[in-house]
């Protein structure tokens, strides 16, 4: 049976995830996601998978990126940043199908989301070339 994280431990993890985004405002990438894997490790949650997942992206990690989205995802599917993150890193992949279905769901909940959108609009663009290259 697992166990929860006390009160203090959740203090723990949460000061560690702050840690990881002022490290990861600095572009100190690799050491962010080492303080967002600490705090994994004492209280798993959304946040610090996909926190997490966005230092890998910047460390061009992207594989990794995704299985840490799709954790955040399985936490709280309703957690719109982690989709985002696993729609940037697979277009970043090259996989503009799979990214195009992510930046879908984030921009039906946000759709005032520019971000998303401007990532909606590159990954269709992205789609519709691919699929006129492959008709050629």
Known sequence: MASFPSEAEKAKAVALKDEGNELLKNGKYALAAEKYSEAIEI???AIFYSNRAQALIKLESFGLAIMDANEAIKCDPNYLKAYYRRGSANFALGKPKAALKDFRAVA????????ALEKMKACQKEVRREAFENAI
């Open 108 to 115: 039906a909940i946000a759709p005032k989301d520019k971000g």
């Open 43 to 45: 209280a798993p949650n």
